[in-house]
């Protein structure tokens, strides 16, 4: 792939795919090397692949409109970019939700998926899959903003909860009677003077805070790493 041995403002979708791929490439790494984070490290993970899904969707938008001479609104196709959003257009770069950005691309290929298909030499298959409106809305209900994996929400203490691998347990829930030899638990338990149990917060390994979360990360971002490579080789000639 040519695109990828050239400065990104060479690039025929102004770069966004290059980076696209370092993210989610650094994503993948991040995983191998730690795959059952014990702490908060799920939390960079989640931002890569929210991150890369993010910049391969707006690389898939401007490959589609250079492509196919699509104007976004009054201006012509090669003008900065620009998405479509309650009928109105907004700069790409100012556009961070990954359900409008979505929307926006689906809507591009959607009633095009013969045209494009008769424009590729290897003739693909452009249907969308359907389980990609479920990933985008699981995405979309915990981050919208691209903010969940990158900051505390001081506004939301639930929200914090649900990200946190240590939650707050009870001494009976911590050594209940039946528990297995086999349970693994990390916990930090809180006494008073006296010894007597207060609070306790515990990681019980293998609970992965949010895993739907991250498992429509994965799945939308694979998807989408896949057209990347599909736009590149047929539609761009590999720049």
């Given at each position: ?7 990104l403002d060479a690039h025929y979708d102004l770069g966004f795919g290059a980076i696209a791929e370092a993210f989610r490439s650094s ?57 479509s959003v309650n009928r109105g257009w907004k700069p790409i770069y100012n556009v961070h939700s990954i359900a409008v950005l979505y ?98 917060y515990a990681n019980e390994k293998g609970v992965e805070p949010n895993g739907t979360y991250m498992n429509a990360l994965e799945q ?20």
């Amino acid at each position: 792939m040519q695109y990828l041995m050239m400065p990104l403002d060479a690039h025929y979708d102004l770069g966004f795919g290059a980076i696209a791929e370092a993210f989610r490439s650094s994503a993948m790494k991040l995983k191998e090397a730690n795959p059952e984070p014990a702490f908060f490290d799920h939390l960079p993970l989640s931002f890569l692949h929210r991150h890369a899904s993010e910049l391969f969707l707006k690389s898939e938008i401007v490959i589609l409109h250079r492509r196919l001479r699509l104007p976004y609104g009054t201006e012509p196709y090669n003008a900065t970019p620009m998405v479509s959003v309650n009928r109105g257009w907004k700069p790409i770069y100012n556009v961070h939700s990954i359900a409008v950005l979505y929307a926006y691309w689906k809507a591009l290929i959607t009633p095009r998926t013969e045209e494009l298909r008769d424009m590729c030499k290897c003739k693909p298959d452009w249907t969308i899959q359907p389980e990609a409106d479920e990933w985008v809305r699981i995405i979309e209900a915990v981050d919208p903003h691209s903010t969940y994996s990158r900051y505390p929400s001081v506004r939301d203490p639930l929200e914090d909860k649900a990200k946190s691998p240590f939650k707050e347990m009870t001494s009976e829930k911590l050594f209940p009677p039946d528990r297995s030899p086999e349970r693994k638990i990390m916990a930090l338990i809180i006494e008073n003077a006296d010894g007597d149990f207060v609070r306790a917060y515990a990681n019980e390994k293998g609970v992965e805070p949010n895993g739907t979360y991250m498992n429509a990360l994965e799945q939308l971002n694979e998807m989408l790493f896949n057209y990347h490579a599909m736009m590149r080789f047929e539609l761009t000639g590999g720049f």
